[in-house]
């Protein structure tokens, strides 16, 4: 079993800037590919970047690709998400997931274990 928490949401104005923290309990958190998705109002959830479990293979949706950057910091048990030049169509809940295989992947069945999200409201 994996707990992950989410942290860092809130509201900014478009073209700011937001760092979500994901923090990691239980099974060895270095063993999981790690997921940023993220669900807005009347859609589904819908993937924004994974990791490797050791960082050094990272995967951006192209809505996010050269804006969002993922991290993580294994001897924390941390994932991040830095957000840059966020912009309104950003607004969802942002959710961290684990996938207990070392492939990244984009899809949201694939993942065993989710955090509770955190809001990220980007106004105009």
């Known amino acids: 079993q994996v707990q992950l928490v989410e942290s860092g949401g809130g509201l900014v104005q478009a073209g700011g800037s937001l760092r979500l923290s994901c923090a990691a309990s239980?099974?060895?958190?270095?063993?999981?590919?790690m997921g940023w998705f993220r669900q807005a109002p009347g859609k589904e959830r819908e993937f924004v970047a994974a990791?490797?479990?050791?960082?050094?293979?990272?995967y951006y949706a192209s809505s996010v690709k050269g804006r969002f950057t993922v991290s993580r910091v294994n001897t924390k048990n941390t994932l991040y998400l830095q957000m840059n030049s966020l912009k309104p169509e950003d607004t969802a809940v942002y959710y961290c997931?684990?996938?207990?295989?070392?492939?990244?992947?984009?899809?949201?069945?694939?993942?065993?274990?989710w955090g509770q999200g955190t809001q990220v409201t980007v106004s105009s």
């Open positions: 997931a684990a996938l207990d295989r070392r492939n990244l992947d984009v899809f949201t069945t694939h993942y065993n274990y």
């Open positions: 239980g099974r060895t958190f270095s063993s999981y590919t």
């Open positions: 990791i490797s479990w050791i960082g050094g293979n990272t």
